[in-house]
């Protein structure tokens, strides 16, 4: 039974930083890419991160260069590292992965920017 929990978001000032985290199980976690994704309220799913099985990586142009996607394969956990946050990026943010069959979701952690 693929599972993951987010964690770490919370209220944060403009310029603050957070750390967000995902923790997988049910799946064979260093075989997967993982990606984080976000939703603020009345507006579409967007892929913010992406991060492959040998640590490649990719940032949506809205938060490049101030995101870091990571994973450590012996805790079963990939985050996100939030820095130099902005109101606009108020949303509830997603891990996820994939497989032939399904897309998995964990429950999301709420991220408030405030300015």
């Known amino acids: 039974q693929v599972q993951l929990v987010e964690s770490g978001g919370g209220l944060v000032q403009a310029g603050g930083s957070l750390r967000l985290s995902c923790a997988a199980s049910?799946?064979?976690?260093?075989?997967?890419?993982m990606t984080w994704y976000r939703q603020a309220p009345q507006k579409q799913r967007e892929l913010v991160a992406f991060?492959?099985?040998?640590?490649?990586?990719m940032f949506a142009d809205s938060v490049k260069g101030r995101f870091t996607i990571s994973r450590d394969n012996a805790k079963n956990t990939v985050d996100l590292q939030m820095n130099s946050l902005r109101p606009e990026d108020t949303a509830v943010y997603y891990c996820?992965?994939?497989?032939?069959?399904?897309?998995?979701w964990g429950q999301g952690t709420q991220v408030t920017v405030s300015s």
């Open positions: 996820n992965t994939r497989d032939f069959r399904a897309s998995y």
């Open positions: 049910g799946f064979t976690f260093s075989n997967y890419a």
């Open positions: 991060i492959t099985r040998s640590g490649s990586t």
